[in-house]
């Protein structure tokens, strides 16, 4: 298990990078602000031959 925590408020993006492919990950989003913790949004992905992610199930959702 890697925990990646982005304390950037401006970004929108981040890129995991180093997957292995043909390998399912189980990835979950929580949103942190000064009132607490959001709900958690979570997938799970596939990677293909070229290491590109694929959504099995799931969806990752980031609200305002």
């Given at each position: 298990?890697v925990?990646?925590s982005?304390?950037?408020?401006?970004a929108?993006f981040?890129?995991?990078?180093?997957?292995?492919?043909y390998?399912?990950?189980?990835?979950?989003?929580?949103?942190?602000?000064?009132?607490?913790?959001?709900?958690?949004?979570?997938?799970?992905v596939r990677?293909?031959?070229g290491?590109?992610v694929?959504?099995?199930?799931?969806?990752?959702?980031?609200?305002?």
């Amino acid at each position: 298990e890697v925990e990646i925590s982005i304390t950037d408020p401006s970004a929108r993006f981040y890129e995991i990078r180093n997957l292995r492919i043909y390998t399912l990950y189980s990835i979950t989003i929580r949103i942190f602000n000064p009132e607490g913790e959001g709900p958690a949004s979570k997938a799970v992905v596939r990677t293909d031959e070229g290491g590109k992610v694929y959504f099995t199930h799931g969806r990752l959702e980031i609200g305002h």
